[in-house]
């Protein structure tokens, strides 16, 4: 494991993972395990801590492989900023991301990577199927990310793809469109996959789970409104020329959100209000967030 703030500029490995941990003592280990363990060697595991202040940098530099690079922020920037810190030390040709609570199988790069490279470069991004964890031990539930349509109708209708730890993406895509916004606190990667629909159309989804995503709790209701706020606003003029009706689309997707955690917090009525709401407002969304709906009470996840 190094330590050093940059790599030569000739070390160019096929695939750089980023990690971003705060405060992961208790998992940050699982993580880079599974990194590891892939199938694919060529690769360097990018490990920023954010200002953690428990033992997260001593387990990882008591980790003995030499592809470990840990990357220690003097100040807490966020998650979004600590993404970035990593993406601008990467080297590899690709670039994917791990929350530090999260772990892979152990085919998943090498299937995300054979999978671009047969595509070729007009679909620099791919995203993979995964299983969600909760913290309270309840039902494990399958994630499988739907195309209505288009991936652009897809994120308007509040599809997740969970990017923070199932995407691959090529390294110069950042250039092209930037990088993470670190003025958001949550949503960070929903809004820079808007950002990529807005130039390309496509993505590839492989269907086989390939990510265990380890949920840590629900955020209150009144974080995931401010959030989603926050979000329409920075996306609303992209989203607007998109289609003239897309904006309010989005607006009932993630006003659906809201309504679900504030279910979550215990406020049944103000949950149920918020969606006959969406409904009144949006009629389109009807069958949809009905499905949705459906699927979440099935799932158990409304617990």
């Not at 940050?28 to 940098?57: F, G, K, P």
């Not at 152990?106 to 070729?120: M, N």
């Not at 995407?167 to 949550?186: A, K, M, Q, S, Y």
């Not at 009807?286 to 499905?291: A, R, S, T």
Request: glycine fraction near 6%; charge should be neutral.
């Amino acid at each position: 494991m190094r330590t050093e703030p940059s790599v030569s500029s000739s070390f160019s490995p096929l695939v750089s993972v980023v990690i971003t941990a705060f405060n992961r003592a208790d998992t940050i280990e699982r993580a880079i395990e599974s990194v590891t363990a892939q199938t694919i060697t060529d690769l360097e595991i990018l490990v920023v801590d954010d200002a953690s202040t428990d033992a997260t940098c001593t387990v990882v530099e008591a980790m003995s492989d030499p592809r470990i690079r840990l990357v220690r922020n003097p100040t807490n920037r966020g998650i979004g900023g600590a993404k970035n810190v990593g993406i601008r030390q990467a080297r590899g040709q690709y670039v994917a991301f791990l929350d530090s609570d999260d772990s892979w199988l152990p085919e998943k790069l090498a299937l995300q990577v054979q999978t671009l490279q047969a595509f070729g470069a007009d679909v620099p991004l791919c995203f993979c199927a995964f299983w969600v964890h909760r913290a309270d031990g309840g039902k494990t539930i399958l994630r499988q990310p739907r195309k209505i349509g288009s991936w652009r109708m897809s994120i308007l209708m509040g599809e997740t793809f969970s990017l923070g730890s199932t995407l691959l993406v090529r390294r110069e895509i950042f250039d092209e469109i930037g990088v993470f916004n670190e003025n958001l606190t949550r949503l960070q990667d929903r809004d820079w996959t808007l950002r990529y629909l807005d130039r390309y159309p496509e993505f590839i989804s492989i269907d086989h789970p390939l990510a265990h995503i380890h949920n840590s709790g629900w955020p209150k209701a009144e974080t995931v409104q401010a959030s989603t706020r926050a979000l329409l606003e920075a996306n609303r003029e992209r989203i607007t020329r998109w289609d003239h009706s897309a904006y309010r689309l989005f607006d009932a997707s993630l006003g659906f959100e809201v309504a679900v955690a504030h279910y979550r917090s215990g406020r049944l009525m103000h949950g149920l209000r918020g969606i006959v709401g969406i409904l009144l407002r949006e009629p389109r969304m009807v069958g949809y967030l009905g499905q949705r709906l459906w699927r979440k009470l099935k799932q158990g996840d409304l617990d």
